[in-house]
């Protein structure tokens, strides 16, 4: 493109996603015409299509042999439409196609015909990315590549290629995207014989390059020997915020020294350039650390920030340094003495100043997010931060009080999101913390959880910690699968860092439609960010074994117990990768170990199954009939019931419980059917079959 071209106001940025037939000219005539009918359907049946188009930001090109679709306002809309045409071409083996996706300059034109359409380098690039493909590669400009990398929701699926030559020896910087049920995985031919051309160096000049390398190194090595490495050296932008101390008279003010350190490691974990450890595995570190370079060593991070806050009236003080642990050097250091009414602004100028320390890119978006300021009533902001510290503290007492906490900030500020999302937290976990709770209790509190979350949304849409909340509850009141999925993605998307979210959506979505690599990869991601959570270290290896992976989920479990040997969910989840591996009396002795009373079904439901799998039914049945006395009491496990039928073969018995599970909405499930293996027996049976995918049909993907 000229650069008088380039110029013209009707030049603009568009996003395109183009495709092709691969030896489409092969076909008969007769079937180039059915064959492009058909994914011109497909392609037009898709909901980003129908929605682009809707909406007025779409245009549509054919070309012969394929088409470009021109997406006009976001980025994303092309790689979404790809996945849908994707998913549906699976079930038309005769259609073969190859895609390429660019964002780049375009300009809107009237062609001859007096039609809208479109010329430029944009879509010249979006095919010189399609050409170098085969038959079902999705291929990404490096471009493209770059502005999807921050979205957890596709950063694991972009694989990077190199440079392939394309027309007159232009050379383009390929990624390729594919998952385990999308795109194609292989590198394409035309990429590797690019390769192969200028791998084809003479032996004495790799040589020489080879000494001339070993030069470069010594001579770096000696230089960092000298002079010591600067933050712009770490090769992690990756920093834990550790509990700051309280320096005020009065010990009543230790919630607003946690408040302070919260705030300032939330705003920091919505920038997707930076890992940021979670608060729970920091909160260990709450006395003065002697040694922060063990302290980032054990939570993997480079950079460590500590500070002290001191309260006096309507008066505060703040202390922060930021340190680079590896070297023990003071990266950057500042005291603020403000009034109450200005915390907002120091936080936001301390994020700000630790991620232009890093050199953490920041998006509009992100800019924008730590630097809002939530609400303008200080009492309301002090009530959050209680509400806040109680919820920390993770007991049913403590919820209570949380849930006191928030009630009294939104009264004071009806327009305080953050507030409602407290209060959403604090109601879908309530009857975690609520001895034996009723079916219908635990429904309520998820109804009030939903209720908060909706109404945080709806006065502040980007945050994370509400989409979150919502994701679960729709997860496990609804089964709404779907949107509980996209909901996750939103969380992630606004808060990339939330450790939470991650282990949530792994645990609950992910296995319910079968995506086992991303539920390892999510549950991965939330160890790395919240290292020292037994809940998180323990759900990995839950997720290992419905990926049946059962050594490494053994060696998970134990590395949970090592973190706490009394966490009852690590002896169970340990139980069940042991029994999987045929390992039954060890099974068995991690299934009995003492435990709290409160999950009495669940141990005896396992015990029965793995009892009735050893061949001992009369202990199976003794323990089966404990459970049904137990349903006396108190709300039944149907899930475990399935379990403990399956252990003694009766699988119509399993399958009537399993149904009732579904009836009933007991989300404890509704995971588990594509992925458990000891659903294992009934997998091919007809009834299980029409129930999986009644219940989890294709279309909640």
């Known amino acids: 493109m000229s650069s008088d071209e380039s110029s013209d106001p009707k030049v603009e940025i568009a996003h395109v996603l183009t495709m092709d ?15 492009m009918s058909g994914l011109t359907r497909i392609v037009q049946n898709t909901a980003r299509f129908r929605q682009a188009e809707t909406e007025d930001k779409l245009l549509r090109l054919p070309t012969g042999d394929g088409m470009a679709l021109v997406f006009w306002d976001d980025p994303q809309a092309p790689i979404e439409c790809a996945m849908e045409i994707h998913a549906t071409l699976k079930s038309h083996s ?91 995985p292989k590198p394409p031919k035309k990429c590797l014989a690019s390769q192969k051309r200028y791998r084809k160096w003479p032996q004495v000049l790799g040589l020489a390059l080879a000494m001339l390398l070993l030069i470069v190194v010594l001579v770096v090595f000696h230089t ?22 309280n320096l005020s008279d009065d010990p009543n003010n230790a919630y607003f020294a946690d408040g302070i350190q919260e705030e300032i490691l939330t705003r920091l974990s919505r920038i ?41 009236g309507d008066q505060v003080r703040v202390n922060v340094q930021l340190i680079n642990a590896q070297n023990d050097s003071h990266l950057w250091a500042d005291k603020f003495d403000r009034k109450l009414t200005d915390v907002f602004a120091v936080e936001s ?9 890093l050199q953490a890119r920041l998006t509009a978006v992100e800019q924008q997010n730590i630097a809002t300021q939530p609400t303008r009533d200080n009492d309301a902001h002090q009530l959050y931060l209680r509400g806040r510290y109680f919820w920390g503290k ?64 709806k006065i502040d849409d980007s945050l994370g910690e509400a989409h979150e909340s919502l994701a679960s509850i729709l997860f496990l009141t609804e089964f709404n699968i779907a949107r509980a999925k996209l909901e996750f993605e939103r969380a992630l998307e606004f808060n990339p860092n939330d450790a939470t979210a991650h282990g949530w959506f792994a645990y609950t979505v992910l296995p319910a439609i079968g995506e086992i690599d991303r539920t390892i990869a999510e549950g991965r991601r939330a160890v790395e960010l919240d290292p020292f959570s037994t809940f998180a270290n323990a759900n990995l290896g839950y997720l290992l074994i419905l990926a049946r992976r059962y050594p490494d989920a053994i060696a998970q ?7 706490d040997p009394s966490y009852y969910l690590a002896h169970q989840d340990l139980a069940q990768a042991l029994e999987a591996s045929g390992r039954l009396d060890e099974a068995i002795r991690e299934y009995e170990m003492p435990h709290d009373r409160s999950h009495e079904p669940y141990a005896l439901a396992f015990r029965a199954h793995v009892y009735g799998i050893k061949g001992d039914r009369a202990k199976a049945t003794q323990l089966l009939n404990e459970m049904k006395g137990l349903a006396q009491q108190r709300d039944v496990w149907s899930f475990g019931f399935a379990l403990a039928y399956l252990g003694i073969g009766d699988k119509n018995e399993a399958m009537n419980w399993l149904e009732r ?11 588990l059917l594509r992925t458990h293996p000891m659903l294992d027996p009934l997998r091919g049976d007809p009834r299980f079959e029409r129930f999986v995918n009644r219940t989890l049909p294709a279309t909640a993907k």
């Open 272 to 312: 997707s350039d930076l890992k940021v450890i979670s608060r729970t595995s920091t909160q260990r570190y709450k006395s003065t650390p002697a040694n922060l370079s063990e302290i980032a060593k054990q939570l993997d991070v480079a950079n460590i920030l500590e500070g002290s806050v001191q309260r006096a």
């Open 21 to 35: 037939v691969v030896a489409y000219s092969t076909l008969l005539i007769t079937e180039q015409s059915r064959v």
């Open 661 to 671: 599970g579904y009836d009933e909405k007991q989300y404890e499930m509704i995971g």
């Open 349 to 357: 100028e301390i994020a700000t100043k630790i991620a232009n320390t």
């Open 224 to 245: 960092q020997k000298i002079h010591k490495p600067t933050s712009r050296s770490l090769l992690a932008k990756s920093i834990a915020v550790l509990p700051f101390e």
């Open 394 to 457: 993770q007991s049913a007492e403590n919820i209570e009080k949380a849930i006191d906490c928030f009630n009294q900030a939104i009264a004071k500020d009806p327009q305080y999101a953050a507030a409602y999302a407290g209060l959403s937290d604090c109601y879908r976990v309530r009857f975690f913390w609520t001895e034996n709770p009723s079916t219908d209790e635990r429904r309520a509190d998820l109804q009030k959880g939903r209720v908060n979350a909706e109404k945080a949304l």
């Open 94 to 184: 005769g259609i073969r196609v190859r895609m390429g996706i660019h964002s780049g300059p375009v300009n809107r034109v009237v062609d001859v015909s007096g039609r809208s359409n479109v010329t430029g380098a944009g879509i010249d690039m979006a095919e010189r990315v399609m050409d170098c493909g085969d038959a079902g590669h999705v291929l990404l400009s490096k471009r493209v590549a770059d502005d999807l990398a921050p979205f957890p929701r596709w950063n694991p699926y972009l694989h990077e290629l190199g440079e392939c030559e394309v027309k007159h020896g232009r050379k383009i910087a390929l990624v390729n995207f594919y998952t385990d049920e999308i795109g194609n």
């Open 557 to 563: 479990e134990r590395k949970t117990l090592e973190l």
